[in-house]
């Protein structure tokens, strides 16, 4: 069994245990047994169980920037990027949902995951052709952030198979975005500065992703 192959199982263990119990119920070595894997390979691999989210925000984000053929505008293909990473996160749909209510109760997991987002977001943004150098890319970058989150919360709560509310969210966050010149056929972002996105506050991101909120 590869590396990948192994991630994969020791997830769908742990997820479903955080699925029936909560996340505080997931146990590595209960998952890893589920799963029929090498306790001691485990260990290795994830010493903690947040280490296990952030390689599922690592899968998402291999999984968004695998198909990296760059057509169409910026706003389009962060569209894109953002939509691969979330059917990814849909495969572990009540796990992560488990996650996600259990972080406003884990601060040091919320910071963790809260962490890895903002580098995620870092490498959609560049992906989409997004500058993220700078200052001027901090704002960017936490634009982005800003819109996966929202993004994130409409997901949550959409039981659609085709996840068509997350879709309709994600898109009017980024026409929103596109108003305060996001994306680099907007004037320069620092020639009349950026007001705040005017998003609902966010709470912490899951990704798993620095999800890196899994690498809300």
């Given at each position: 069994?590869?590396?990948?192959?192994?991630?994969?199982?020791?997830?769908?263990?742990?997820?479903?245990?955080?699925?029936?119990?909560?996340?505080?119920?997931?146990?590595?070595?209960?998952?890893?047994?589920?799963?029929?894997?090498?306790?001691?390979?485990?260990?290795?691999?994830?010493?903690?169980?947040?280490?296990?989210?952030?390689?599922?925000?690592?899968?998402?984000?291999?999984?968004?920037?695998?198909?990296?053929?760059?057509?169409?505008?910026?706003?389009?293909?962060?569209?894109?990027?953002?939509?691969?990473?979330?059917?990814?996160?849909?495969?572990?749909?009540?796990?992560?949902?488990?996650?996600?209510?259990?972080?406003?109760?884990?601060?040091?997991l919320?910071?963790?995951?809260?962490g890895?987002?903002?580098?995620?977001?870092?490498?959609?943004?560049?992906?989409?052709?997004?500058?993220?150098?700078?200052?001027?890319?901090?704002v960017?970058v936490?634009?982005?952030?800003?819109?996966?989150?929202?993004?994130?919360?409409?997901?949550?709560k959409?039981?659609?198979?085709?996840?068509?509310?997350?879709?309709?969210?994600?898109?009017?966050?980024?026409?929103?975005?596109?108003?305060?010149?996001?994306?680099?056929?907007?004037?320069?972002?620092?020639?009349?500065?950026?007001?705040?996105?005017?998003?609902?506050?966010?709470?912490?991101?899951?990704?798993?992703?620095?999800?890196?909120?899994?690498?809300?």
């Amino acid at each position: 069994m590869d590396t990948d192959d192994f991630d994969t199982a020791l997830l769908a263990a742990a997820m479903a245990q955080a699925e029936q119990g909560g996340w505080s119920s997931v146990s590595l070595l209960d998952a890893a047994r589920t799963a029929g894997l090498s306790l001691p390979a485990t260990r290795e691999r994830f010493p903690i169980r947040a280490s296990l989210l952030l390689r599922l925000g690592r899968i998402a984000d291999d999984s968004a920037l695998a198909d990296d053929t760059a057509t169409g505008n910026a706003r389009e293909r962060l569209f894109d990027l953002l939509m691969r990473r979330l059917d990814v996160f849909q495969q572990y749909r009540n796990g992560i949902k488990a996650v996600l209510r259990a972080l406003p109760f884990d601060p040091p997991l919320a910071l963790l995951l809260g962490g890895a987002t903002l580098e995620s977001m870092r490498w959609m943004a560049d992906a989409a052709g997004i500058n993220t150098t700078g200052l001027g890319g901090l704002v960017r970058v936490n634009m982005v952030v800003g819109i996966w989150t929202h993004t994130l919360r409409t997901w949550e709560k959409d039981d659609s198979e085709d996840m068509g509310s997350t879709m309709a969210a994600l898109d009017q966050a980024l026409d929103k975005a596109t108003r305060f010149r996001l994306f680099p056929a907007d004037t320069d972002v620092n020639a009349g500065g950026l007001p705040d996105l005017d998003f609902a506050e966010p709470e912490p991101p899951l990704h798993p992703h620095a999800e890196n909120t899994l690498q809300e």
